[in-house]
């Protein structure tokens, strides 16, 4: 496990900067922002569960990732799905790719230009799944700022983003997510 988090957090930050660089900022932010100290790898374990049709049980909700990106690792089974154009998608295990997803901080730093995809996994009715997801953030106190004229989201820290995201989940039942911070 330490060896694929330091690989795959090597890989976040050199993408984070690539990207940020395409958007014409030349960048080290996310090298100074995001040390391994915020950054947390979590390992998800799907067991089988039956698939009822038209019902919401899920391995994992359809939500966005609150970090700036994240890089996926899952096994051969199955199950990842993602919106393109309001349908889903099924992610196709390739056990040679790695997934790698903009998160809901990389959409409000980017000003919207860089969308916070957003997914779910389905379950499975005779197989257990794996999955190792490794998430980019910032710390704490890190003020997030959109990059763009006019800024689409006011500035947040982190700690407020998540913050603001534990508090609707807990009284409403889901992540509202960035429209809560929107100008
Ligand atoms: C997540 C996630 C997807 C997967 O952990 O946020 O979206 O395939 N995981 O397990
Ligand atoms: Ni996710």
């Known amino acids: 496990m330490e060896q694929f988090a330091g690989t795959v957090s090597d890989l976040a930050n050199k993408l984070a900067e690539i990207l940020a660089e395409d958007l014409g900022h030349k960048s080290d932010y996310f090298k100074e ?47 990842l799905q993602l919106v393109r154009d309001g349908q889903w998608f099924a992610v196709k295990p390739n056990p040679d790719a790695l997934i790698v997803n903009i998160g809901d ?42 990059c763009g004229q006019p800024p689409v989201y006011r500035n947040f820290s982190f700690r407020e983003y998540r ?13 509202v997510g960035l429209p809560r911070f929107l100008l």
């Open 163 to 175: 913050q603001q995201v534990q508090d609707d989940v807990q009284k409403l039942g889901q992540k």
């Open 105 to 146: 901080l990389f959409q409000a730093w980017s000003n919207g230009v860089y969308k916070s995809v957003e997914h779910r996994v389905v379950t499975n009715p005779r197989v257990e799944r794996f999955s190792s997801a490794y998430f980019l953030c910032p710390f704490h106190d890190t003020v997030i700022k959109s």
């Open 33 to 79: 922002n995001c040390l391994a100290n915020t950054c947390y790898l979590r390992m998800n374990r799907y067991p089988p569960c039956p698939m009822f049709p038209n019902s919401n049980v899920f391995g994992l909700m359809p939500h966005t990732d609150s970090d700036f990106l994240t890089i996926l690792y899952q096994d051969d089974v199955g199950g």
